[in-house]
């Protein structure tokens, strides 16, 4: 085992024992899936999303990639291509020695902003001014400076991406105080409703109704303008104890005052929407469990209703025949639900419970109205993946109004009560109506008798094949209907997926276009590199040869200075030779 080996052995030791793993790791080739499992559970504090049991390999690569898609998508916001889950479960070196890296530098990070959140804890505890601003000044500054964490790899520092997250707990928050405020409104509204009640829930006409609901507008406005009459007496400062004080000094106290109160208050609000988020964070987590347990109930109970159904379709749907006077009272009543009903809202998971609502009268088929069922229970199969997101997003925010709604509900059941007094009204003098109705009735139904008895065999017989025939017609005409309906809801999910494909496409052609554009810069960084090292070792080379050309002229020069001095020597001495000759 190499030096660089045991170093990245000890790092990996030493991750595991700062997260309290029982575990030693003796060669960099035991990190597998299950050690990198527990390091993000540990880290994270957090289950790995769509956790497979490791059965097989296949399972173990499935949990890596998950592992690493939730790093680089909701913590760090970084690109982890470079590492797979195929390659960490085959042990491939580089990717295992990154994975650790990552892990090492997301720890250090998250002990340091503890270590730091700690000693301003404790000058909160010890409530002084001083220590409080500074507190606050660091905890300022932590939120605006970027999260980046400095990992010791190659790809340089990681930025934690908790943006998205800020933004939530802000929404949260913003949602929260809307919520309060709303609170105190209703309850200004019930106070002043339950006083003006005695005087206004006095028998009268409808007209006392619509003078009811003025009146509660006009609550509104009048609590409105004292809210923001008395909003505005709070922020006025008080009134200065002796007479004899300046303008100019009472309007120097008054501002020192306002900016004394705002700072204070400006540090209590920060330090409560810290504390606030913790709460936050935790009331989604139990609530994301029991929307979870509660869905798996009423997906139960939905069962146990559509079986109970489909065994009790026989004795709802075998009704014997009503007399002329009865059906026909029944089709008016029908009627009258059908047109009711004609405001109700058609949903992805009730069509069939709404079309066996609007067309009572069909008697539909065992076997027809089971495989009804089953193919809407098929429909809904198929839609509640889609719809289960939108559940656990709806779920946070409906828990949240559920006691805004409760004390709504207090003042719209004083409403009702004087509604339903003048109902009563109403009823009683309907009351009276239909019994002289129905004593003429009687009377138009004793003289049709003795006409029905004549006609009646006859009559019994038509009516009998007519309602066959409208059975039938009617029947084919809700099979085709809920047919038509179910490949609406197809057709609409295929173009759903369609569109998200397309998404997917061509976002990764972006990211191609991008790491090809990348590549051909880095390619052309390289070329004009290689280029003015060439040149310059070109210019360097041909510069020494100049010099040694220069040098090799020089030479030359001087040797040629030379010969013409001995040249001038020997003439000198062969004419002093001649002339001493001579002599």
């Not at 609502?357 to 509640?384: A, G, N, Y």
């Not at 009687?442 to 009646?456: D, G, P, S, T």
């Amino acid at each position: 085992m190499g030096p660089e080996e045991r170093d990245w052995l000890d790092m990996a030791n030493n991750v595991l024992l700062k997260c309290h793993i029982n575990l030693r790791l003796e060669r960099i080739s035991e990190c597998d899936a299950n050690v990198f499992v527990a390091l993000y559970e540990a880290i994270i504090g957090e289950k790995v999303p769509d956790y497979v049991a490791a059965e097989r390999q296949e399972d173990d690569i499935h949990n890596m990639q998950s592992v690493i898609d939730s790093l680089a998508l909701d913590y760090l916001q970084i690109s982890l291509s470079h590492i797979t889950g195929e390659n960490i479960v085959r042990g491939e070196k580089e990717s295992v020695r990154n994975l650790l890296e990552i892990f090492d530098g997301l720890l250090d990070y998250l002990i340091d902003q503890q270590s730091d959140e700690e000693p301003q804890l404790k000058g909160f505890n010890g409530k002084t001014n001083a220590a409080y601003q500074s507190q606050n000044q660091d905890t300022g500054k932590m939120q605006c400076q970027p999260l980046t964490i400095q990992l010791r790899d190659r790809d340089g520092s990681l930025y934690l991406g908790t943006q998205r997250n800020k933004e939530a707990e802000q929404e949260l928050h913003d949602m929260s105080e809307k919520l309060s405020r709303r609170l105190e409104e209703l309850d200004l509204m019930l106070q002043r409703a339950l006083s003006e009640i005695g005087e206004m829930c006095e028998p009268g006409e409808e007209d006392k109704q619509s003078h009811h609901s003025d009146s509660i507008m006009e609550c509104f406005k009048v609590m409105s303008s004292s809210r923001h009459s008395r909003a505005h007496a709070h922020s006025l400062p008080p009134f200065p104890s002796h007479v004899q004080h300046t303008i100019q000094q009472d309007a120097l106290t008054r501002d020192s005052y306002n900016a004394s109160h705002n700072q204070q208050h400006h540090r209590n609000t920060q330090f409560m929407e810290s504390i606030r988020k913790d709460e936050l964070k935790q009331l989604v987590q139990q609530e994301q469990t029991d929307i979870t347990t509660e869905r798996l109930n009423v997906q139960k109970t939905e069962l146990e209703y559509h079986q109970e159904v489909c065994r009790n379709a026989p004795s709802v749907h075998s009704s014997c025949t009503k007399s002329p006077c009865s059906r026909s009272s029944g089709a008016k009543l029908q009627h009258t639900a059908r047109k009711e009903r004609h405001s109700v809202k058609l949903k992805d998971n009730n069509l069939l419970p709404i079309l066996l609502e609007e067309f009572q009268r069909v008697q539909l088929s065992p076997h027809t109205l089971s495989c009804m069922w089953k193919q809407q229970l098929q429909q809904i199969d198929q839609l509640s993946s889609s719809q289960n997101q939108n559940r656990q997003k709806e779920s946070k925010l409906l828990k949240q109004l559920e006691e805004a709604q409760k004390r709504h509900g207090m003042l719209v059941q004083i409403i009702h009560k004087e509604k339903e007094h003048n109902r009563r009204l109403r009823e009683f003098k309907e009351r009276i109506q239909q019994q002289k109705s129905a004593q003429n009735k009687l009377r138009e139904q004793r003289q049709q008798v003795a006409r029905a008895k004549k006609y009646y065999s006859v009559y019994h017989v038509q009516l009998r094949a007519r309602l066959m025939q409208a059975k039938t017609q009617e029947e084919r005409k809700l099979k085709q209907i809920f047919e038509e309906g179910l490949e609406l809801q197809k057709a609409r999910l295929r173009e759903q997926r369609a569109y998200s494909k397309e998404l997917r496409q061509e976002n990764y052609h972006k990211f191609k276009d991008e790491i090809e554009a990348m590549e051909n810069y880095y390619r052309d960084q390289a070329l004009q590199k290689m280029k003015r090292e060439l040149r310059n070792k070109m210019e360097k080379e041909i510069g020494e040869l100049q010099n040694v050309i220069i040098h090799n002229e020089e030479n030359n020069y001087f040797r040629d200075l030379d010969v013409e001095r001995l040249q001038k020597r020997v003439q000198m001495a062969s004419f002093q030779y001649t002339t001493s000759c001579q002599q």
